[in-house]
């Protein structure tokens, strides 16, 4: 296929650079923005050659455009941006004829306009030049994705200081589901973000979390070992599946309010930090979150989100190893259900 050379544009922002795949975390001015110039589109165009009849169109589109992904390509078929004999395609998997002419308009995507700096009031409980801790409220996405490609902590943070455009997911190492509320380290250097990476992956990053379940637990204490993946029903949710990721959750019990119906006041600690851990080994054993309609919660004590709050968060300093420990209190929604449950909570 026979290409007319065009400048490619800049790739969308690469969230894992700059660290080894590996050792990531496991498994979260609007005025100057709106001013900006709409950016150049590389137009690019093709003849199907010969050797290229019966090939996918996405998969010639990845010969027209070699820098950018498949998925990446197929979001831009899927917007009307690519045209075969002056049609706009709609379907990746549509067969190519030779001597047909593709031509791809390389509009950036959502995703690709998704990491820019948005001010906000975060709630720093501490910073210094390596890193600081957040204290994210319940509403907040951590990280763009479709359907909340701004107004994340990642926009916020880009926005507050400049340093964090250089690191992958703006420093972030760790997430918290859109509405669990608490306690979030993230890295402001590379050095720190490569040390705090990999002290959660060793599991020396302790996390602690009180939450509200459903019906009345009846262990003091337990360890739940079971892991985590993709549930085979539902793509929205996560399960313990064979097969999934080893997942592990210490879990004890501070009081069973009556109710009715019981419900059950934990603190939680986290050994590993797979996808919404905590929310699925809870229901895995018959009790899931109040208001966690995803994993069977209903709302109850006034909660209308899951009654999930990161309440402690510990650390070596990645500088300099000093022993570092934060505290959050519970945010004014858990903090009135927490009060019906264990009238001496704060």
Same mark, same amino acid.
């Given at each position: ?18 660290? /080894? ?68 395609? !709609? ?100 050095? !720190? ?38 549930? /085979? ?5 996560? !399960? ?64 209308? @989100? ?29 903090? !009135? ?8 909570? @704060?």
């Amino acid at each position: 296929m026979a290409a007319s050379p065009r400048p490619a544009p800049a790739a969308p922002p690469d969230a894992t650079a700059g660290l /080894p795949a590996d050792l990531l975390a496991p498994d979260e001015d609007a005025a100057a923005a709106d001013a900006e110039p709409a950016p150049e589109v590389d137009h690019r165009e093709a003849v199907v050659a010969a050797d290229q009849h019966g090939l996918r169109l996405d998969k010639a589109l990845v010969a027209l455009a070699p820098e950018f992904s498949r998925s990446w390509l197929q979001q831009l078929i899927d917007r009307g941006h690519v045209r075969l004999d002056g049609q706009v395609q !709609a379907t990746a998997s549509r067969k190519l004829k030779a001597g047909q002419r593709l031509a791809l308009d390389l509009v950036p995507t959502a995703e690709s306009l998704a990491f820019r700096p948005e001010p906000m009031a975060l709630a720093i409980v501490h910073e210094d030049a390596h890193l600081l801790v957040v204290d994210k409220p319940a509403g907040l996405v951590v990280h763009p994705a479709a359907g909340n490609w701004s107004g994340t902590l990642l926009n916020g943070l880009l926005a507050h200081h400049g340093g964090a455009a250089a690191l992958p997911r703006a420093g972030i190492v760790h997430r918290l589901d859109k509405d669990t509320s608490g306690l979030m380290v993230v890295a402001k250097t590379l050095p !720190a973000m490569t040390a705090l990476v990999r002290a959660i992956a060793a599991r020396e990053v302790r996390r602690v979390y009180l939450a509200l379940a459903h019906g009345a637990v009846a262990w003091p204490q337990a360890t739940i070992e079971a892991p985590i993946g993709r549930d /085979p029903v539902s793509r929205l949710r996560m !399960a313990v599946v064979a097969g999934g990721k080893p997942a592990r959750t210490d879990v004890e019990r501070l009081t069973v309010w009556p109710g009715p119906p019981p419900v059950s006041a934990l603190r939680c600690r986290l050994h590993t930090g797979r996808t919404h851990q905590i929310r699925v080994h809870l229901a895995s054993r018959g009790h899931p979150l109040l208001a966690d309609a995803l994993y069977g919660g209903r709302p109850q004590l006034g909660l209308q @989100r899951q009654a999930l709050h990161a309440a402690e968060l510990a650390f070596a300093h990645p500088a300099d190893g000093r022993p570092c420990a934060f505290q959050a209190p519970l945010p004014a929604d858990l903090a !009135a259900a927490w009060a019906q449950v264990l009238p001496a909570a @704060r």
